[in-house]
Nanobody, 119 residues
Framework: QVQLVESGGGLVQAGRSLRLSCAAS????????MGWYRQAPGKQRELVARISRGGSTNYADSVEGRFTISRDNAKNTVTLQMSSLKPDDTAVYFCNADVSFIGRRNNYWGQGTQVTVSS
């Protein structure tokens, strides 16, 4: 089993910044892609940003230029730096990891962390 623990959510005013972190632990040989998703009330979960083990990134159009995803392969962590936050960024943010262990590959989710942006 693999555990993903997120931290860094909270309440922030529009225009400010917030940093989310996620640490993976457990039965891990290699973490392939890692990413952040979010789900706002009444909406489907959507991709925010993903990063490959080699550092290639992709972002949702709505956050391009405002959010930055990064990872530390040695520590099995992924970080989402969010800047110029907008009320529309309000959602529960989930960490996601694609993990390989002894030839098996599974996808895992964190429990989510609430981000609320006030206008």
């Amino acid at each position: 089993q693999v555990q993903l623990v997120e931290s860094g959510g909270g309440l922030v005013q529009a225009g400010r910044s917030l940093r989310l972190s996620c640490a993976a632990s457990g039965r891990i040989s290699i973490i392939n892609d890692m990413g952040w998703y979010r789900q706002a009330p009444g909406k489907q979960r959507e991709l925010v940003a993903r990063i490959s083990r080699g550092g290639s990134t992709n972002y949702a159009d709505s956050v391009e230029g405002r959010f930055t995803i990064s990872r530390d392969n040695a520590k099995n962590t992924v970080t989402l730096q969010m800047s110029s936050l907008k009320p529309d960024d309000t959602a529960v943010y989930f960490c996601n990891a694609d993990v390989s262990f002894i030839g098996r590959r599974n996808n895992y989710w964190g429990q989510g962390t609430q981000v609320t942006v006030s206008s």
